[in-house]
């Protein structure tokens, strides 16, 4: 599909430069072999392709008018930047996209000298921007600076907090917001594009230039109704007063898919001197492939897939999904529990959350790309009596510390944090993984920290945390499948802060938290065979520990390994505290801590992060002979 018979036109281009020695008239035919190319790499590796499809004309249109990678390009977030990469000189590389030593799925600064910012959370573009349009002033720079936010991302309020500051400096920074699901307004056809174009060309800028000239020897009171009949004028036509009351310019809606729109527009933004200027560009989500246009939330991310039928590649395994088990138990509890509501920031296929909106739509709230409300907003009905459960992937959850803080663990709280994508998260690499979850959560008194070993502790503790409600209580769990564990019927509440002994030993103890527990199995019963008595055990709890069992694993054991899926200052930093404390790390005791190394890996099958980590079986067994050292030689031997 990507040969050279059916992509001339993309075959010459190399890098944004080729593309700018094309004629406009030939950018309609760039645009639908890109689109072409992008479902055929895409359908390789999966990936995410909605959102790429929908901005194919807009990357065309950018790289055509602007002086990249001069003219500094941030895409907000990478499921846009799919298309720009195959036009920076990437797209030999496409079709190894998220996969081990392959591209990043993002923008990747190491990556592309057109990549200025890289950025895996989203509605940081704008920020970013300024920054650069700052730099550049200071500098006595001329480039522009252009920033392409969407795909839900202006939803957050950095965005809006971002165009406070650059409304308030003036500062020359183009924002162009990729509207895809209408949310804001639809583009009003030919009237649209024509309104478009006349507010963004030099004619009117300059009038409107010579209008503020004059106003300013008005009264103030005049002055400032002047502006104010402009703005609104303006705005009633275009819609675009609340970003005019940001300080920003406004044009559009224009279609973003339509070339001939497109292209004067950016021009005319481009050549504008002055002031920062909002570009509302509405497009469709998955564009010119049916399968993407009629399930968009389907086709936002993917697997493998068939280009003719748009079937996407099954997940291989019985085992249930960690989020399907979690949305299923939550159900059940809901099913008794009136009081029990879910809370997502705009992933209700992600957390699961769209099968408990489908039984319980008024008990289920999507606050869209807004992490920080979405635990304010928790803490708020908790106050008031319910139970809610803030389904967050680790890796958001860092974006609403301080709310997790000062609204939730000071004022004592029970909010449910159901925490997925726990750990290594495969091929969408450092930005998504779930490291910091325990080691942020811990230091927060009163807030309860569990971890699920398999498919049935998860169901087990979101029966806890239904259950308890003297606080703020979080779970973690992983991406992907269970371990095909027997499942039980309904979960049972566990005791607070108590784990679990596994298998009994002598001389060897294991301790996981989290679904390293396997692997802790696995590698006792390799040390078995050497003849090293080895103890498993599950902590379950990072806080409050399981005092009596960690003492007693000390006392006890001659090693003593904990292992988990997280970065330093987690479950082992509290497990040392203790210790240290009690002073049972005087008698000789070797306890080794297995945690993420201390740096970002990249993007690879989870399975290969987990043993670049040395989190697995054989990572604990090495572990456990460096701690014997001289010993382990002679039991090697023997």
Request: with cysteine.
């Amino acid at each position: 599909m990507s040969s050279k018979s059916v992509t001339p036109l993309l075959d010459q281009i190399s890098s944004p430069a080729d593309l700018r020695t094309l004629k406009e008239g030939q950018l309609r035919q760039v645009a639908d072999e890109l689109r072409t190319d992008l479902i055929d790499a895409v359908s390789k590796t999966g990936g995410h392709l909605g959102a790429g499809l929908g901005v194919v004309e807009l990357t065309v249109a950018i790289h055509h008018v602007f002086n990249t990678p001069d003219d500094r390009l941030i895409w907000d977030v990478g499921h846009q930047a799919y298309p720009h990469k195959l036009l920076t000189g990437r797209r030999d590389g496409m079709r190894t996209v998220r996969q081990e030593g392959g591209l990043s799925g993002f923008a990747k600064r190491t990556e592309s000298e057109y990549d200025p910012f890289g950025a895996g959370h989203s509605s940081t573009s704008i920020s970013a921007g300024l920054g650069m349009a700052v730099a550049r002033d200071l500098s006595g720079g001329k480039n522009n600076v252009i920033a392409v936010i969407g795909d839900g991302a202006m939803s957050a309020g950095m965005a809006y907090e971002a165009m406070n500051n650059a409304g308030a400096l003036d500062a020359r920074l183009i924002v162009i917001l990729n509207d895809n699901d209408m949310s804001i307004a639809p583009p009003t056809g030919a009237m649209s594009a024509y309104l478009a174009r006349l507010v963004s060309g030099k004619t009117y800028r300059s009038l409107r230039d010579q209008a503020k000239s004059i106003s300013q020897h008005l009264p103030g009171f005049f002055r400032e109704g002047a502006r104010r009949t402009e703005e609104y004028t303006r705005g009633f036509f275009t819609g675009g007063t609340m970003f005019e009351e940001l300080g920003f310019y406004y044009v559009g809606p224009i279609d973003g898919h339509d070339l001939d729109h497109l292209l004067p527009v950016l021009k005319n933004v481009r050549d504008a001197k002055t002031g920062p200027i909002l570009v509302h560009v509405v497009t469709k989500k998955g564009k010119g492939y049916g399968p993407a246009e009629n399930s968009a939330d389907k086709y936002h991310g993917v697997s493998k897939f068939d280009v003719i039928t748009g079937a996407q590649a099954k997940s291989k395994g019985n085992a249930p999904s960690y989020t399907g088990v979690f949305a299923d138990s939550l159900i059940q509890e809901a099913q008794d529990d009136d009081r029990i509501v879910a809370v997502n920031a705009a992933m209700p296929n992600g957390t699961g959350l769209d099968k408990f909106a489908e039984i319980f739509p008024k008990r289920t709230f999507d606050v869209g790309i807004a992490e920080q409300h979405a635990v304010t907003f928790c803490a708020g009905l908790a106050s008031d009596g319910y139970k809610p459960f803030a389904a967050i992937y680790s890796t958001f959850l860092q974006r609403a510390y301080d709310q997790i803080v000062h609204d939730v663990a000071i004022q004592k709280l029970p909010v449910r944090f159901a925490i997925d994508r726990a750990g290594y998260v495969g091929a969408d690499g450092p930005t998504h993984a779930g490291s910091f979850d325990t080691g942020f959560l811990c230091p927060l008194p009163g807030m309860v920290v569990m971890a699920a070993a398999d498919e049935a502790e998860l169901r087990h503790m979101v029966r806890t945390a239904a259950v308890y409600d003297e606080g703020p209580i979080s779970f973690r769990y992983p991406r992907g499948n269970g371990t095909g564990v027997d499942m039980p019927e309904r979960g049972q509440a566990l005791e607070i802060g108590k784990g679990r002994i596994v298998r009994e030993g002598t001389k060897v103890a294991i301790l996981s938290f989290g679904t390293r527990l396997a692997d802790s199995v696995a590698a006792a019963e390799e040390l078995e065979t050497f003849g090293l008595s080895t103890t498993v055990a599950d902590a379950r709890f990072a806080k409050p520990l399981d005092t009596e069992l960690i003492g007693r694993l000390a006392r006890n054991h001659e090693v003593l390994i904990t292992v988990e899926e997280g970065a330093s200052g987690g479950f082992a930093s509290q497990v040392l505290e203790h210790l240290a404390a009690r002073g049972l790390l005087d008698h000789g005791l070797k306890i080794r801590p297995l945690i993420m190394p201390d740096r970002f890996l990249d993007h690879a099958a989870p399975e290969t992060m987990i043993r670049q980590a040395a989190l697995d079986r054989q990572g604990i067994v090495d572990t456990v002979f460096r701690a014997l050292g001289t010993e382990a030689s002679r039991v090697l031997q023997a």
